[in-house]
């Protein structure tokens, strides 16, 4: 089997579905499906089981599959290791984060780093799907969690407390909630990650029982913009509400873990020239807001 068959195998796998996997690869269905036959004859053997809900894998496609991942691998390590040798300021750098953080944070870098120097090409990815960087997903990520693979470089670029924001209109409208009452009367707009995760949710460690949650949001951009059009209270980092121009309550009072973020690359990355400056613009800018 060689590496364009594995893709192929590894996407069907991966997707279950020839148009998922059509949709990975970039090509049209037809020619999953025929590459697909055509491994399976070339090896003489059933790969995949075609049911109702897509594509299931045989015993054989089983074991097929533990080896294709080697390759798969292999070949990753291959193209990072050739990528970490590159000293050109030429190229793609490929960037994983979140929505909040790219207005505030990753666009203005990328802006200084268009300057400094315009043919290195940013690929920017802002949503909550934490893409992986061993898979060559992505080349940095900027997220708010550290990860636990050894092969990747986590650095922490900010640190912020969180606290407990409204906006004056809705202030102004409502009040400030009571501490101890458990937000009774008020409207509450939380994370929908962090209201799944929690089974006593508490929003700066006051239990939300007796308020009532409006809105749950699936971003942190949202959320922010949810407080700031007055839709209820809600907790953020106090970096970003004080950003956004909106009152913080119970100023004593934040969330026990603050809010980190980590700059995340892979190790046989670290000395690519262009992901070398794309790094120093963001570490720049975060450290420019922070001061």
Not at 7 to 30: I, K, P
Not at 153 to 168: D, E, K
Not at 266 to 271: G, P, W
Request: charged residues 25%.
């Amino acid at each position: 089997m060689n590496w364009d068959d594995a893709r192929v195998f590894l996407a069907v796998c991966r997707e279950s579905t020839l148009r998922g996997a059509a949709r990975v690869l970039g090509v049209d269905q037809a020619t999953v499906g025929r590459r697909i036959s055509a491994l399976e004859k070339s090896l003489g053997a059933t790969l995949f089981l075609r049911t109702s809900d897509g594509y299931a894998l045989t015993a054989v496609g089983e074991a097929a599959l533990k080896n294709v991942e080697k390759m798969e691998h292999s070949a990753l390590e291959l193209e990072r290791q050739i990528q970490g040798l590159d000293d050109r300021l030429t190229g793609t750098v490929r960037i994983s984060t979140t929505d909040s953080l790219a207005i505030d944070f990753l666009i203005p870098a990328i802006a200084h780093l268009h300057e400094l120097h315009p043919d290195i090409r940013v690929q920017l990815d802002a949503s909550t799907q934490i893409l992986s960087l061993a898979k060559r997903e992505a080349d940095i990520a900027v997220r708010n969690t550290r990860p636990d693979n050894p092969d990747l470089i986590a650095r922490r670029i900010a640190r912020w407390p969180v606290g407990l924001f409204a906006s004056q209109a809705y202030i102004d409208a409502k009040g400030i909630p009571q501490q101890g009452a458990a937000f009774e009367g008020h409207d509450l707009v939380v994370y929908q990650p962090y209201l799944q995760s929690q089974k006593d949710l508490t929003l700066v460690c006051e239990p939300v029982s007796r308020g009532r949650i409006v809105a749950s949001l699936g971003s942190s951009l949202l959320l922010r913009r949810s407080i700031a059009a007055g839709i209820g209270v809600g907790e953020m980092t106090v970096y970003m509400g004080e950003r956004d121009g909106l009152v913080r309550l119970w100023p004593e009072r934040t969330r026990p873990q603050p809010y980190e973020v980590w700059l995340v690359t892979h190790a046989d990355l670290r000395h690519t020239a262009r992901v070398r400056a794309v790094i120093a613009q963001i570490v720049e800018a975060f450290a420019q807001e922070n001061e």
